[in-house]
């Protein structure tokens, strides 16, 4: 069975202290990694797709990795406004399948 | 582009009814999903239509049900509603999906179902 586990569920950052947050899966068969950022009451908005191990991706503060056992989403000097839930999920010969994601905020 | 649409954003129903929502994906996007969004389970699969095919389903009772029209727009039901039910339901649109070709999905606000 597929499986998702995302660390740490909360976490909480000073403007501009860059962390990573942690995702760690068991899937049969990788087709994709996705990483998605939700907003309280809004649907999740897709970041990145990473399709094998070594591949990285960046985005303005955001880089995320992938090895064959987790990905990381590396957060460089971050602002306010990147306070949200950041939600990993994985592909493999089933439907997606998501982690239950980190809340991350960060204090001005 | 317009983005995955949702309606309708908000519903309160009481035990035992029904309720259905619906997803507009993005033109051109033929697979839909639709998943369940808790504070205590995240996000759990629901089912994905491909060209108004049921492709795959989800660990949920027979209560819930779907389909897909053939413009790509999809309905989802809830038949005999329970307090449980209350979530947030999410719709995603892929270009292409079924079978394990997943690529990235889009998602729509949600409907926020309130069962009382």
């Known amino acids: 069975e597929d499986q998702v586990t995302q660390s740490p569920e909360a976490l909480r950052l000073q403007e501009g202290e860059s962390s990573s947050l942690n995702c760690s899966y068991t899937?049969?068969?990788?087709?994709?990694l996705f990483w998605y950022r939700q907003d309280p009451g809004k649907g999740p908005e897709f970041l990145f797709t990473?399709?094998?191990a070594g591949e990285e991706k960046e985005k303005e503060r955001l880089k995320a990795t992938l090895t064959k056992k987790e990905s990381f989403l590396h957060i460089t000097a971050p602002k306010p406004e990147d306070s949200a839930t950041y939600l990993c999920a994985v592909s493999g010969n089933t439907p997606l399948v998501f982690g239950k994601g980190t809340r991350l905020s960060v204090i001005a | 582009k317009a983005g995955v649409t949702q309606t309708p954003r908000y519903l309160i129903k009481t035990r035992g009814q029904q309720v259905t929502l619906s997803c507009s994906p993005i033109?051109?996007?033929?697979?839909v999903s639709w998943y369940q969004q808790t504070p205590g389970q995240g996000l759990q699969f629901l089912f994905e239509y491909f060209s108004e095919t049921q492709r795959n389903k989800g660990n949920f009772p027979g209560r819930f049900s779907g389909r897909q029209f053939s413009n790509s727009r999809s309905e989802m039901n809830v038949s005999t509603l329970e307090l449980g039910d209350s979530a947030l339901y999410l719709c995603?649109?892929?270009?292409?999906?079924?079978?394990?070709?997943?690529?990235?999905?889009?998602f729509g606000p949600g409907t926020r179902l309130t069962v009382l």
């Open positions: 899937v049969s068969g990788l087709r994709g």
């Open positions: 995603a649109s892929s270009l292409k999906g079924g079978g394990g070709s997943y690529n990235e999905q889009f």
């Open positions: 990473l399709y094998s």
């Open positions: 033109s051109g996007h033929r697979s």
